[in-house]
């Protein structure tokens, strides 16, 4: 980020004068709504329209040029007709931003608002957006009403939805605001601009993103790094990833939405902790926002709940979703043991429920129990919160008298929000304690903060500047046989089959001898040469070879590789294919024929580490198959997490030219990997 682009987000988010064109004084209208949040803001106000001459008791000027003072930031409530001669007007006059709320349609009218910026330094907010509040300072540059004062609080929300904008504002839940920004289509100030701003303030706790698109994807990639290294927790919420969503993604603001794996890799590769709807936003935010943080070596959730029926459905929620229970140690089983009513057993999670006498004391013992217990990450009183008509407080006080002895994190967890008695959630939320209002996105909440830190990659790899450029001008070339793409992946540390490529059955026969028999004849015809039957195994004499190719060459063409044969193994693919936001990704899945039936797969942005690929390859759902299936013996697993490191080395040197590489199969065996089949797609 250069330093004027920081400076007019600096400008914009700070801004001490304000002017307003298209203010009115009509009830109801958008000049109204920006008049009265301008009125509420710390910034000095300038209203323009040349209709009026003052508006409710306040000077109203002509134009912008006919504003007397320094102006940082004008709000433009005006028309697609009039709004870039009024952006001109704001660079005219000197203005460092500007807030743009209508939608500015037509691709024509964005990019002659991104130049005008551009050639006057100027941030932008928007176009389609509603506006920003900076709780810091008092400055409210909206053009919707909004809660007035807006909670104080840590968090730092850029959200591209402006309905998502003004629902997380009102959710009245345990959290409050530091910055709170509806970016719109950034046409010129986008998330990483704001993110940049955002890691600098020291008061900023959490950073809350809800995106549709990603942009300055390398940027936003550095400030949340940044973040991750500074302690400050990041929550994604990734929005268009499918291709319905995709699709109205790009009807709705012209831009490219990220798939499903790509923000996955993103989100992984910067400490972020990616969510999958509203309800699991809020609940991570407040949860995180508690303050509250897992004592070192503790990874698993803990949940005491006064029904059996819910406890399953629990233990169900968090199987489903990945989230651990911490294995309790045996002095904790002891002393909840010791608490519970006959009939029913320690555990986790723990149905507590017996005779309901003593209520505050036993749960609050349990409580005091678990979150005494080292591997205990997180605890929650997994209860719905109704309403009690005998007013009976005991869940609320039994969270209270034990947050008040340890700073571990603790938490309500509810079922149903509709169910959840208001006045007793504000008494724990008045105290720092969360109230999760969902069990699905509670329990994800609560397997988020166990395991948050995440692990982020500390730095690059260093750069073989001879093989990058070698390679680099060999993809500029064409014809790329099977030969070709083995010495890739070879010169990148990638075990190999030998391969010969042959044109006429003369040249297939001496292949063969080189490489020697048994041998694998390949067409090169075909992307999916399986699919076509253009892949013959296990060809042992030079008669079956001969057999062989005269078939093939008759249906896909003479142009064909022989190879040698690989040993047993499992199947394996690996690879690096480009995704349009987030640049080339390292693939590890399922190999074979079954690539594309199973779709098991994981994703991974570069560089990957040697831990980080055997974690790519235990997350396979295929992964026990690695370990040894029913006798067969485990397979050289060091040797396979080698070859991933050297696709991800290959993606950093090369991912800028390249669309997709492919090994697949690679045989992973025994005594070691090498891959039998190989593609490269050079970018363009």
Not at 271 to 277: E, I, L, N, P
Not at 455 to 482: F, K, M, N, Y
Request: charged fraction near 20%; glycine fraction near 10%; aromatic fraction near 4%.
């Amino acid at each position: 980020m250069t330093d004027s682009r920081r400076a007019a987000v600096a400008a914009m988010l700070g801004a001490t004068s304000v002017a307003v064109v298209g203010a009115s004084p009509r009830p109801g209208s958008f000049g109204e709504r920006m008049i009265i949040e301008a009125r509420r803001s710390s910034a000095r106000m300038h209203l323009v329209n040349p209709r009026y001459d003052n508006i409710d008791g306040t000077a109203c000027a002509p134009s912008l040029a006919a504003i007397n003072e320094p102006v940082d930031l004008v709000l433009l409530g005006v028309p697609d007709a009039a709004l870039l001669d009024e952006l001109k007007a704001a660079a005219a006059i000197g203005a460092r931003s500007a807030v743009i709320f209508g939608s500015a349609h037509g691709t024509a009218l964005r990019r002659a608002v991104a130049e005008t910026a551009a050639d006057a330094a100027m941030a932008v907010c928007g176009a389609g957006c509603m506006g920003f509040v900076n709780n810091a300072t008092g400055l409210r540059a909206l053009g919707y009403l909004e809660l007035d004062p807006l909670p104080q609080g840590g968090v730092s929300l850029v959200t591209h939805s402006g309905s998502a904008f003004s629902t997380i504002l009102r959710t009245g839940r345990g959290f409050g605001f530091r910055l709170a920004v509806s970016s719109g289509q950034e046409l010129v100030t986008d998330t990483a601009d704001y993110v940049d701003y955002i890691v600098e303030d020291p008061a900023t706790t959490l950073i809350a993103l809800l995106l549709e698109t990603p942009r300055s994807v390398s940027r936003l990639r550095a400030g949340l790094r940044r973040a991750a290294q500074r302690g400050i927790p990041v929550v994604i919420l990734p929005v268009g990833h499918s291709p319905r969503g995709r699709a109205m993604v790009a009807a709705h603001s012209g831009a490219l939405a990220g798939d499903a794996v790509g923000w996955q890799a993103f989100c992984a590769d910067t400490g972020a902790v990616q969510v999958s709807d509203m309800a699991e936003f809020v609940d991570t935010i407040e949860l995180f926002e508690s303050g509250r943080r897992r004592p070192p070596g503790s990874r698993g959730i803990a949940t005491v709940h006064d029904s059996g029926a819910e406890r399953a459905l629990c233990a169900d929620l968090a199987h489903d979703l990945g989230v651990g229970f911490a294995d309790l140690a045996a002095p904790t089983l002891a002393a909840i043991g010791e608490l519970l009513d006959e009939g029913l057993e320690p555990g986790n999670p723990l149905d507590v429920w017996g005779t309901g006498a003593d209520t505050r004391e036993l749960f609050g013992g349990c409580l005091r129990a678990l979150v005494a217990d080292p591997g205990v990450a997180v605890t929650a009183l997994a209860v719905d919160l109704v309403t009690e008509f005998d007013d009976d407080t005991a869940y609320a006080d039994a969270v209270l008298d034990i947050a008040a002895g340890t700073e571990v994190p603790l938490a309500v967890l509810t079922s149903v929000p509709a169910s959840v008695d208001a006045t007793t959630a504000k008494r724990l939320r008045d105290n720092g304690i969360p109230v999760l209002e969902g069990a699905r996105s509670g329990i994800a909440a609560l397997g988020h903060l166990a395991r948050w830190p995440l692990p982020v990659a500390a730095g690059s790899p260093p750069i073989d500047d001879e093989r990058a450029q070698r390679w680099t001008a060999r993809l500029a070339q064409s014809g790329w046989d099977s030969p070709t793409a083995f010495a890739l992946l070879a010169d990148y540390g990638i075990p190999v089959t030998q391969s010969r490529t042959a044109h006429a059955v003369a040249e297939v026969l001496v292949a063969a001898a080189q490489v020697g028999y048994p041998v694998a004849l390949k067409t090169s015809g075909a992307e999916h040469k399986s699919d076509v039957g253009g892949v013959v195994l296990n060809i042992r004499d030079a008669e079956s070879l001969r057999a062989a190719y005269d078939e093939m060459a008759a249906r896909l063409g003479p142009d064909v590789s022989i190879d040698a044969m690989a040993p047993a193994g499992v199947e394996i693919s690996l690879g690096v294919v480009r995704d349009d936001n987030f640049g080339p990704l390292v693939v590890v899945a399922a190999g074979g024929t079954l690539v594309e039936l199973l779709a098991d797969r994981a994703v991974a942005c570069a560089p990957v580490s040697r831990e980080g690929a055997l974690a790519l390859l235990q997350s396979l759902r295929t992964a026990p198959l690695l370990a040894g299936w029913r006798g067969a013996p485990p397979i050289h697993v060091d040797a396979l997490a080698d070859a991933v490191v050297g696709f991800s080395q290959l993606a950093i040197e090369l991912g800028d030219h390249l669309e997709a590489v492919e090994a697949n199969p690679v045989i992973a065996s025994a005594t070691g990997v090498v891959a039998v089949d190989a593609l490269v797609i050079p970018r363009g």
